[in-house]
């Protein structure tokens, strides 16, 4: 896993840390790699209902599932049955607060319907917002003298 984040370059990597993920999640950290982060998916949503009356989600996975809902709008993803399956079995429905809570894995199974781990994986990249780090190319580092010639100029360089 540490030569596919650096590979990859990744600013985050999030992990689903219920159940065995919370072993992933230390044992990821342990072999160094950086930038992981652990998703409580029953944990306490962000995100308020419009009017403030209370959750808009019942946990953070039905909230993740939501900005992914949101940004599937506009976004793009890769022709896969297995994750269109996943993306279109769970059903939703409403808590005692009114809040979206998404269908149990449980009931999915009673359903005849397999756990949407792929639906998760990619829910998870909705889980915070994240930043690119910034990598400094060498050059970038290298002190420069202003060329006599020009005044200075923010964008001669660019």
Do not use: C
Request: negative net charge; aromatic residues 8%.
């Amino acid at each position: 896993m540490t030569e596919m984040a650096a590979h990859y370059h990744a600013d985050a990597i999030f992990v689903d840390e219920g159940g065995v993920g919370g072993g992933v999640v230390d044992r990821l950290r342990q072999l160094g790699v950086p930038h992981v982060i652990g998703v409580n998916f029953a944990g306490r949503p962000d995100g308020w209902a419009p009017e403030g009356t209370g959750p808009l989600y019942a946990n953070k996975r039905a909230e993740i599932w939501g900005r992914m809902k949101d940004w599937l709008k506009a976004g793009a993803i890769v022709d896969d049955p297995t994750l269109v399956q996943d993306l279109t079995g769970v059903e939703y429905g409403y808590d005692a607060r009114n809040a979206i809570q998404l269908e149990r894995k449980d009931d999915m199974k009673k359903r005849g319907l397999a756990s949407p781990d792929l639906g998760d994986a990619l829910a998870l990249t909705f889980a915070q917002p994240v930043h690119p780090q910034w990598q400094r190319r060498e050059a970038d580092l290298q002190p420069r003298i202003l060329d006599q010639d020009h005044d200075y100029d923010f964008f001669h360089d660019l």
